[in-house]
């Protein structure tokens, strides 16, 4: 039996703006998403960016906004601040945090701390994650660790992979109770320019939550760069 057989055809399709400052000191974005499912369709906008201040600190921040739709959340806000540490300021130490609002009220806070190293051709990431879903006030902890290896203007690749408690009040039940499972999942990431201004990508991903579902995931695209912000 075939997942289409039971859950329909789902598409979707997006694009991405991208910019670099001229002294490659930060980027922003801007993107256009798009879902059609058997249960209705959506449109997400999202902006954001990153900006290098120096010798200290990094601050990004982002955010995005969905039509009405049944199987997105309504708005996400994302923002972090890294500070820059060791003699030659390859070690960022990271505390962030983000927000989530679904169609039905529900909300979710995630709050997130852990390092980044910056080597010579590749990058490690590690974060602890710390989730609240309102109603209920249910609280989950979670990892996530990153290693991304590459040269800009060449070609990236990343591993990701998180693992943590899925958990939350199923209002719904007429007796609403707390649901828990482990959640674990990976991500292969892989970006690769062909030319100055563009190339191709594809990922592949694996979710896996225990006792309820396993999805997998292939994903592909082409980008282009142009232009730069600031002097």
Known sequence: MRPSDLYGRWW??????????????????AGLDAWARPEGRAVLLQAGGVRDLGDRLV??????????????????????????????RRWLVALGGGALGYQ????????????????????ATGRGLLQRSDPGGVV???VLLSLGRGQ?????????????????????LARPEEIREVAASATVRHRRWTGRRG?????????????????????????????????
């Open 104 to 123: 039905n009220g529900a909300r979710t806070v995630v709050l997130s701390a852990g390092p980044t190293y910056y080597g010579r051709g590749w990058v």
């Open 199 to 231: 190339g191709w990508l594809a990922e592949i991903s694996w979710l896996r939550v225990r006792r309820t579902y396993t999805r997998l995931g292939v994903g592909a695209g082409a980008f282009v760069e142009w232009g730069r912000l600031g002097p």
């Open 140 to 142: 989950a902890p979670g």
């Open 12 to 29: 979707s399709a997006g694009a991405l703006a991208w910019r670099r400052r001229r002294d490659l000191r930060g980027s922003a974005y």
């Open 152 to 172: 800009e203007g060449r070609q990236w690749t990343y591993v990701d992979v998180t693992y943590g408690r899925y958990a939350y009040l199923a209002t719904a």
């Open 59 to 88: 601050l990004s921040a982002g955010a995005s906004v969905t039509s009405a739709n049944s199987f997105l959340p309504r708005w996400r806000m994302d923002a972090e601040a890294a500070r820059k540490l060791g003699h030659d």
